[in-house]
């Protein structure tokens, strides 16, 4: 429960922001200028990646928070590139990583290390990057938040998050545009 005066939630939610959308896209700058792909091919590539490799088209979607049929118009673009594959299943679409693909997630780590470490935690100190991870677990739905920062009002504790779908819940970066 906050104990925040009037007024402080916004001013609070207006920094929040600011600083997310400034060191958000200073990482992406750098991020997709060392992969050559775009943002929204990137988190789809990274989804799929950490997924274990593929997923079903709507269970992408879902997990990236993007609109279906957008998501399909930029994977026909990633197959004829060569990045994903798309195979009819019953009831769906199977989405897989193609090694260029998973070469391209590969080749970008280091770059996305060597962003996030500059533009924010070599910015923090590490007691306030632990702080700020337990903070930001304790805002993701479906994410267990260590014994310490678990609200003790929680029966059991919040259940465990699926680490296969770790990044790519909520969205990974904003809708690819038409």
Do not use: F
Not at 36 to 51: A, D, I, K, M, T
Not at 87 to 97: R, Y
Not at 152 to 166: E, M, Q, T, V
Request: proline share 8%; aromatic share 2%.
């Amino acid at each position: 429960m906050s104990t925040a005066g009037p007024g402080e939630a916004t001013e609070l939610w207006l920094r929040w922001k600011r600083a997310h959308e400034q060191i958000r896209a200073a990482v992406v700058a750098e991020t997709t200028a060392a992969s050559g792909v775009s943002e929204p091919e990137l988190s789809v590539l990274v989804c799929l990646h950490e997924s274990g490799g593929s997923l079903r088209q709507n269970a992408l979607a879902a997990a990236l928070g993007w609109d279906r049929t957008r998501l399909s118009h930029l994977l026909t673009r990633m197959t004829d590139r060569g990045y994903v594959a798309r195979d009819k299943v019953p009831n769906g679409v199977e989405v897989a990583l193609r090694p260029p693909g998973r070469d391209v997630v590969e080749a970008t780590l280091p770059a996305l290390e060597t962003a996030a470490r500059r533009h924010l935690l070599d910015r923090l100190g590490p007691d306030d990057a632990r702080t700020l991870k337990a903070l930001v677990d304790r805002l993701l739905p479906g994410v267990a938040a260590p014994a310490a920062v678990r609200p003790a009002a929680a029966p059991g504790g919040a259940g465990a998050a699926d680490p296969a779908a770790s990044h790519c819940a909520g969205r990974a970066a904003d809708p690819p545009s038409e």
